[in-house]
């Protein structure tokens, strides 16, 4: 256990759908990051929420849309996904606040494993 | 620009040999991070080791060590005596420290250790 947990763990939609990924860490950490998973590609860092403000937005379709109530939530908003959107979508959080945000050591949930129909 | 190359993709090896992972990066800046993750089937990374670059020292903990070369631009992860809990994904990962935060990660090794 790594104290970051998303649900679900698997999720299948249909291109015209709207759904919701859920992270939630239990380790008092002021920083949460999204990234995107694909087969043969590398992590893709898509969002990071710092003391629940975004600080870092790096090109990320509209079609995905972030949203951090407070500091130990962070959502992945999905509608209208293409099928290229399918990957694992891996929720991490870390201790310290900004600036120095992406050299903190981060702890991972399981990931989400989307597909796009 | 950044970037980090793990030019092999899978690996399989034979419970207790032991194996190295390769790991080279670019990057322009001369205050950086590297990282390890480990990604077994479950899912989630698991972090293995973080270094900075003025700290080119050798590490071991337990059955695994890492190298670290500035010259080559190298951070390489060696497990020793390897195990069947070791077939997971490991990933190399580099951060910047500049003003705008950058992380790029490698493509990741996947491990498989056959009994």
Same mark, same amino acid.
């Given at each position: 256990e790594t104290g970051v947990t998303q649900t679900p763990r698997h999720l299948v939609m249909g291109m015209t759908n709207k759904k919701s990924?859920?992270?939630?860490?239990?380790?008092?950490?002021?920083?949460? @990051?999204? @990234?995107?998973?694909?087969?043969?590609?590398?992590l893709e860092l898509m969002f990071v929420y710092n003391f629940k403000e975004q600080t870092e937005n790096n090109s990320v379709p509209s079609r995905f849309s972030p949203e951090c109530p407070n500091s130990s939530h962070l959502f992945l908003h999905l509608h209208t996904l293409q099928p290229e959107d399918s990957a694992l979508y891996l929720c991490a959080s870390s201790q310290e606040p900004a600036p120095a945000v992406a050299k903190n050591i981060q702890y991972f949930g399981a990931g989400t494993r989307l597909s796009v129909l | 620009?950044?970037?980090?190359?793990?030019?092999?993709?899978?690996?399989?090896?034979?419970?207790?040999? =032991?194996?190295? %992972?390769?790991?080279?990066?670019?990057?322009? =800046?001369?205050? *950086? *991070? %590297?990282? &390890? *993750?480990?990604? +077994? +089937?479950?899912?989630? %990374?698991?972090? %293995?080791?973080?270094r900075n670059s003025f =700290?080119?020292?050798?590490?071991?903990?337990?059955? *695994?060590? &890492?190298?670290?070369?500035k010259s080559t631009s190298s951070f390489n992860f060696t497990i020793t005596a390897s195990q069947v809990v070791d077939s997971a994904v490991y990933f190399c990962a580099l951060v910047n420290s500049g003003g705008y935060q950058k992380v790029t990660f490698g493509i990741g090794t996947k491990l498989q250790v056959i009994p």
């Amino acid at each position: 256990e790594t104290g970051v947990t998303q649900t679900p763990r698997h999720l299948v939609m249909g291109m015209t759908n709207k759904k919701s990924l859920k992270c939630e860490q239990h380790l008092g950490h002021n920083a949460m @990051y999204w @990234y995107k998973q694909s087969a043969k590609k590398p992590l893709e860092l898509m969002f990071v929420y710092n003391f629940k403000e975004q600080t870092e937005n790096n090109s990320v379709p509209s079609r995905f849309s972030p949203e951090c109530p407070n500091s130990s939530h962070l959502f992945l908003h999905l509608h209208t996904l293409q099928p290229e959107d399918s990957a694992l979508y891996l929720c991490a959080s870390s201790q310290e606040p900004a600036p120095a945000v992406a050299k903190n050591i981060q702890y991972f949930g399981a990931g989400t494993r989307l597909s796009v129909l | 620009a950044q970037k980090v190359t793990q030019a092999q993709t899978e690996i399989s090896v034979v419970e207790k040999e =032991d194996v190295t %992972l390769d790991c080279v990066y670019e990057t322009r =800046d001369t205050t *950086y *991070y %590297l990282f &390890w *993750y480990k990604q +077994p +089937p479950s899912g989630e %990374l698991v972090f %293995l080791i973080r270094r900075n670059s003025f =700290d080119e020292q050798n590490e071991i903990s337990g059955r *695994y060590s &890492w190298n670290f070369q500035k010259s080559t631009s190298s951070f390489n992860f060696t497990i020793t005596a390897s195990q069947v809990v070791d077939s997971a994904v490991y990933f190399c990962a580099l951060v910047n420290s500049g003003g705008y935060q950058k992380v790029t990660f490698g493509i990741g090794t996947k491990l498989q250790v056959i009994p």
